[in-house]
């Protein structure tokens, strides 16, 4: 069974950047894709982006050209880079694996 633990989380001003991490453990990241998603005040959880087992990602419209999916298969971690971080983009981060989710990490946008 795959177990997944975000980091990285925090308060930024609008404009600011913040790197996500999940760590993956119990199955080799190499064979695994893995999902972020958030889930805001008051709203439904939401894709954010995906990393393919294969190296292709992809990633919500929404999110296009602020944020980046990448990962480091060595040391089992799929990371989160969003940038240019707007009030909207307030919320609880989950990554996601074959069904599983993380605990959550909170990402707060204010001024």
């Known amino acids: 069974q795959v177990r997944l633990v975000e980091s990285g989380g925090g308060s930024v001003q609008p404009g600011g950047s913040l790197r996500l991490s999940c760590e993956v453990s119990?199955?080799?990241?190499?064979?695994?894709?893995v999902g972020w998603h958030r889930q805001g005040p008051g709203k439904q959880r939401e894709f954010v982006a995906q990393?393919?087992?294969?190296?292709?990602?992809s990633l919500a419209n929404s999110v296009k050209g602020r944020f980046t999916i990448s990962r480091d298969n060595a040391k089992s971690t799929v990371y989160l880079q969003m940038d240019s971080l707007k009030p909207e983009d307030t919320a609880v981060y989950y990554c996601?694996?074959?069904?599983?989710w993380g605990q959550g990490t909170q990402v707060t946008v204010s001024s």
């Open positions: 990393s393919l087992s294969g190296g292709s990602t």
């Open positions: 119990g199955i080799s990241l190499r064979l695994l894709a």
């Open positions: 996601t694996s074959i069904g599983q």
